[in-house]
């Protein structure tokens, strides 16, 4: 089983205050949903600290990726973020171990990109939900593959 | 035949996401502006009309052809000429009519509507209708009446994009051709 | 190093490599200290096999005396125990003893060594000066060493090293030293990469066979880590760890592939029942017991990881990186849980939770012990993870073991307990006399309840602590919310109200909707028991719409209010008041009629589109919206000036981009939903304070008009703030706009109001209100802003005509409209028009009068009826209720004034005079027009309205006198400027003062004639007299005419007056022109002779004579007339005098005969030159000027001319009246000195020319050629 949640911006709705309204959350439908939701929500503390620790130290401003932000007993949560900081959770049941780190930044890869897509959809407006299909579909042939 | 003209054949480069987006912004807007889709089919196929009236002389100075001699012709020259020349496409001209006054240009990937999703809200809405007008608008002034409209749309989940085009007769000279 | 209580005793760093010495044992004490001290000095390179970094290390070495036993035996791989390196010492100097004793001694040794295949050795000879004293006989000293070189090191003499006076501090036994030492180093570092590769090769083949049935991971884990060993030995903490990593990830792989199917038989151990859960322990550097289980293969999956864990935190500790081991630690320890669920172990509930519980608390306490509070405080970043990891263990034991619960544990639980404990076996002698130790705090928690709490407490605080520190608040937050509910279960709402509140706060403020939802049936339970009623009204409110819910719950919690609002209010009447936006969405609201603007007392409608998210229907017993009225001052000027109010209405309108009287508004984002992306935008408008006064600008300034929703703190979005009970209480005065007894059923609604519409002024909308039982839904803002206008209106009456132009003389259709405004006609009201008799007001019967509705449309017909007298018509008006109005058309018909219209004269009939711009008289279209005006006296005001009509008419006549000898014409042209055709009949020409003398002859066809728009028709008469012409004739033209498209052709007639005088002839004039003498024909160039004679026909009348002014001269008088030849066409040269004054006899066929030259300038047939003749008047004949001109001299003879020529003003005889005009002037000029004689021109037809338009016909001369043509 494998549970992603996909879109978690920062939406920079204005410059001063950030916000964290999830764009799209997705998971494989499960009793445990309400967990996935509260750990996702949890680790935006930890992709805060990395990317303001990426705004201290001077690294590769190219490499989004995050990586692995912090493992549970249950979860392994990935991080990734945009330029735009626009940020993408991945949450992979921690007994899943045929995902090696590169698989998860591929996945992030392809986040990215059809995120992309869904903000030029000119009947997309920035900040509200994505209800994208193509978006949808894309998330769940990935999470399909990586069951 | 075939006249010199000034005009450079080859097309200077410009971003696709770009266009598609300027694009996608006019649709959007106009969705704004007026409440009812039908309308804002009607107005893109105005616009898309009044570019065909002025995109014809740059097409003819561009590609240097002639008179077609019948309407197969024109199908050839719209789809493979200028449709590659402005859009960078080379839709296929199919479904011709027994009469052959009619055909389909089947467009398999339409630039316009990269990244596009139509809402729910706007199941009548032909995104792409400005082609219409521009198609029409172009023939008008080689005096070619004719009636162009989407018979598919990948948009509204068809599988490919076939843009029905029929020829409903010769418009006599000396007919004013002013914006709509 | 280690500040710590008990300082674990760490063996491995006393390994040191085994060196063993064999030969002069006293030799070897004597140097050993120096030896093991200067070893170590100076580091040495140790390149390495397989291509690994080369290093420097210092080498340390355990010299031990040499044994046999200490050779390894065949297949003995341990390598602490493996002596490296074999020195035999001697310091023999003479050759004797060598031979005696030494060599069979260090024969015997070589071969011990060659038993055991070791070539690592060294054979050091030592010389000193002291013994070399007392020896006599010296051989050179070289010679025992060259003789073991010889005996032993054959062709590896470096085997063979000389330590010279080693216990000398001189400078050669320095040297001697240090190239000792050398050779000693670089020969233990041979032997450690020669053995070490051969032990590394060893260890790969049997990793290679890990595939094989027979193969063990123990054993393997012994071997590898007998490598460790080593490399920690020689202080390679790195090379060691990695040794380790290898192993785990060895492990780990094998667990996966088991999970993954194919488990290998070894791994059955591990999956044995979990027996003891006692954690790791960290403070050994190496855990024997353990080791002893692994090396027998009875270790526990535990066991062998918490083994390989405290090994690789020992030598991370080493390598001075704690912070990994935390990291690592927490890997490991969600990994271990990972592996035994993989592995299928099967663990008593809890025991794994013991176990995370006590290794977190180890790893912790391991850590604190080798880092002061500054770094910990620095890092805990690191350590939270652990800490929070703990807690939830801790909890999780707690409540399994029944600690939690109110009503402490049952005796299941204590059993459970007991058990968990027994499984944590005796505790460890490290931490036997620590009163901190994770045994005991585990043993104390779960001993009681109030243990476990203060331990649990005290965990968790210190979790949220760090992770607030380190600013993780969202962590803190889910801290504090299993603290919440661990509160909860301990019946403590109180407290765990407070952290649901914070992170309810922060999953709203960040929209996260599942969170929002589980937190807030939480806060819903902890109201519910805390009895806070209103709270927990609103949340259960917030719960019952949240979609997030099952359909079960959301029912609950909607009848949880429900139930409340049934209860009868027992005590306190106060209502209870709720925000309405948890409950029902005000989606649109729309007004009907839509421009919501009415007349005071009309129905306005407004129906608003409530969406209710609740799950069950609901019935209100009262929604209420509660209105502002004010007094708006635009409200009396009605719909002309909707003024400010309508101007914000149409704002919002744009806002909402509805111009059909729809207000919608915003999707005020549902609670618990997402909340909306952005923030509401700032909607400012100016206001201008101008002084009544002039309008200059006291103040300007800007208004927020949504300070509401911007000054919202962020948080409360899906509001928890109940609206302040001000802004519910409905403002004194205030109207409401009520239902009764709704139902709203889930999603929308629409209901309609009837709003309140007394008063003219602006109603704005305040709130919405929705009663149900005890509770108050209250909506305390209607935003965005909502008005409607009422207003008043006087009653209007307007006239207007039906054609664009109103024609004269035809009946003409006019449209009466009547707003009545806030008058209702009543029965016997009537309008009074009175009207001047030049428009007749025609009474036609049947005609109908409609009345309208405010929104036009019909609701009455009616025939009305008229009495008119003759100055007076009164239209009795049909019933009309308010705000109507009342269309009626009347035919009225505008009687054309008889000559040229003068409308000064006109007066209306009640005596109002009436006065036009002369401007005005003439329209572009030519046509002259006549103002009408009507005063209407209307029932609802003392005053009469006037209304004023403009008639077009359409006819214009002119007339001209034509003469020919004594007979005279008429000729009037009548021409058509409308735009319509008629039909013209019997047009008639009458004389005034009918004298019997005198009649006109009409020359004119009888049938009626068509004349179309824009055309004339000529009419001509003869005038006959008998006795004698009349002096001045008074005309009167009439002619008949209808519209040409009449069906019934009703004539009308159409007059036109006007005066002829001095119509007879008094003299013909005849002008002959002759050739030159001896001529034939005129020549250009030649003089001929002009001929003028002018013959009087009548007696002059006395009046004429007064007009001639006769003088006496001789026996008879005779009149003075001035002649004049003029040529405009300058076709002749008038040669002489072309103008001279001749005195005509009184008399009739009096002539007189003048004659003059003129030479034709061209040939051909031309014009004879005109010939004018005028009165001339001596100076003392009286003036004829008319009194009443007051007499501006040089206009008066224009007036004379102008006279009756007004109309027929042809060039001819304007270019005449130029010339004379001239004259005239000239005449005056000395008229203002002396009295001179006047010049007075004849009325038309007074004289009559002959000669008019007769032409000669002039030859060219002779001598020139060319003929010249004229074309004139």
Redesign the interface.
Known sequence: MMTMLGGEPF?L??KQEQ????LYIRSVPSDS??KF??TV??S???V??KVSAVGKVIVDQRELYLGLL????DYKVYGYVTNSKVKFVIVVD??N?SLRDNEIRSMFRKLHNSFT??M?????NP???I????FDSMVSSMMVQTC | MSRQSNRTTESKKMNSELFTLTYGALVTQLCKDYENDEEVNKQLDKMGYNIGVRLIEDFLARSSVGRCHDFRETADVIAKVAFKMYLGITPSVTNWSPAGDEFSLILENNPLVDFVELPDNHSNLVYSNILCGVLRGALEMVQMAVDVRFAQDTLRGDNVTEIRMKFVKRIEENLPAGDE | MEPHEEKPIIYTMENKPIVTCAGDQALFTSLYNSLTQQLPREPMEWRRSYGRAPKMIHLEANFVQFKEELLPKEGNRALLTFPFLHIYWTDCCDTEVYKASVKEDIVRWQSLLRLHSTTDWLIVVVESDTKKKNKTNILPRTSIVDKIRNDFCNKQSDRCVILSDPLKDSSRSQESWSSFLTKLRTLLLMSFTKNLGRFEDDMRTLREKRTEPGWSFCDYFMVQEELAFVFEMLQQFEDALVQYDELDALFTQYVLNFGAGDGANWLCSFCQPLRSWNGLLLRRPIDMEKRELIQHGQASLLDLRSYLFSRQCTLLIFLLRPWEVTQRALELLHNCVQELRLLEVSVPPGALDCWVFLSCLEVLQRIEGCCDRAQLEANCSHTVGLWTYATEKLKSLGSLCGLVSENGPNSEDLNRTVDLLAGLGAERPETANSLQSPYKKLKEALSSVEAFEKHYLELSHAAMEMYRAIGRMRSARLVGKSLAEFYMRKGDPQRAEAFLQESLKSYLAEGWALPVAHTRKQIAECQKQLGQTDEYLQTSALLASDTHLTDMERKHFCQEILSFAGQTAEGHAQKVVLSMNAFAQLRQLQFRPATAVVHVGAALELELSLRSLMPVPVRLEQLAVSVHFSLEKGGARGRAGPGGGAGNRGRVGQGQGSPCGTVLFPGESPPGALPRSQPPALELYEIQDRSPSDGALNSAGVVCKNVHLLLRRQDSSASLDTPSSTAVAVEDGAQLLKTHDVSLLPGNNNILFTAPSREPGTYTLRQLCATVGRIQFVLPHIYPIVQYEVYSQEPQLSVEPLADNLLAGLPQRVKFIIVTGHYSIKRGDALQLSNSDAMPILSSSGCVARVLSSDSELVAETTLSMQSSEKVTSVSLPLAPPYHSVEFQLEVQCHIPAGPVRPESERLTNGEPWHRARSRQRTSSGMSVVDQKISIDCPWSIYSTLVALTFYIPFKAKHLLLSSGKRKYIQVCLQNVSDMNFHVSDQQLAERQQSSSLWLQSLNAKAKQLVHSKQSVFCLWEVKWTCEPPASLQCVFSINFCPADAQRSVFTPYYYEFQLDNVSTLYSLSADIQPAPGEQQCRTGTLCGLEVSIVRLAEPSDSEQQDEGPVETGGFCTTKLMYEVVDNSSNWAVCGKSSGIVSMPVAANATHKVRMEVMPLFAGHLPFPSIKVLKYLPHNAPSTIPPDTDGCVENDNISLLDKGLDDQADTSSIRSRGSVHSLGGGSEQQQRGLPMPRLEPFGPGQVFNRSQGCQVLVLPSKDDHVLEVNLT
């Open positions: 939406l709705v204005s916000q964290n309204y999830p949903e309400l939701h509260y929500h949890t935006l503390d930890v805060e600290e912090y493992p549970t007993e921690s007994s171990t897509d869904v030029c959809n000119p009947f997309y900040g509200d939900p209800q994208s299909k193509v």
